[in-house]
């Protein structure tokens, strides 16, 4: 009996131990929001046929996605976004770029403001997308702004409004640390994205 005791002693501090030891998994947070505003932060207004016919229409499709098994760990959702940013950023200098060289090219620019990087060549890619028939990628119509994505990369967002004229627009969603509300979600957290039309 007293054996037994010793054991039942030495069982229950094990469980105590181990209950202690086990490792809290911190929440991440699995979606985003994409705000696309004036130039005073207000969203804009979005098109309703009833109640807003002046609102302005969205669109938009991701462009790149997360790839672990790629270099950068992105890539073009398919191979014709791909050659579109590749014909872009073709120069005499860099005739023979690959998908993940321009990916590269753009991670540069997200990490260092002071990247040289034409935009001319962002806007040319972007250009050869929308004007891209028939269509490389799949648009949804956007119901809300902000409006929810989830997953991590790089989305492309046309606006149509009656009396306005946008330019094609590219918004970035990352993975961080995020705080919203007072609740802190660990990384990787999809961070939201703020465009000013």
């Not at 890539?75 to 050659?83: E, G, P, Y």
Request: net charge negative.
């Amino acid at each position: 009996m007293r054996k037994l005791r010793k054991v039942m002693a030495l069982l229950l501090t094990l469980a105590m131990v181990m209950g202690m030891s086990l490792t809290t998994f911190a929440a991440t947070r699995e979606s985003a929001y994409i705000k696309i505003q004036d130039s005073d932060g207000n969203p804009l207004s979005l098109y309703n046929v009833d109640t807003n016919p002046n609102g302005v229409q969205l669109q938009y499709a991701q462009i790149i996605k997360p790839a672990q098994n790629k270099v950068t760990g992105w890539d073009f959702v398919n191979d014709n976004v791909a050659k579109c940013f590749i014909n872009a950023f073709t120069t005499e200098e860099t005739p023979n770029l690959s998908a993940q060289d321009v990916i590269k090219k753009l991670i540069d620019t997200q990490k260092d403001k002071d990247t040289n990087i034409n935009t001319t060549q962002i806007a040319n890619a972007l250009s050869g997308i929308v004007n891209a028939s028939p269509s490389i990628i799949d648009y949804t119509l956007a119901t809300a702004n902000p409006f929810e994505v989830k997953q991590a990369g790089v989305y492309l967002i046309t606006a149509e409004q009656e009396g306005y004229t946008y330019n094609t627009m590219a918004a970035y969603v990352g993975f961080g640390e995020v705080t919203i509300d007072g609740i802190k979600y660990d990384y990787p957290s999809l961070t939201d994205a703020e465009i000013t039309a």
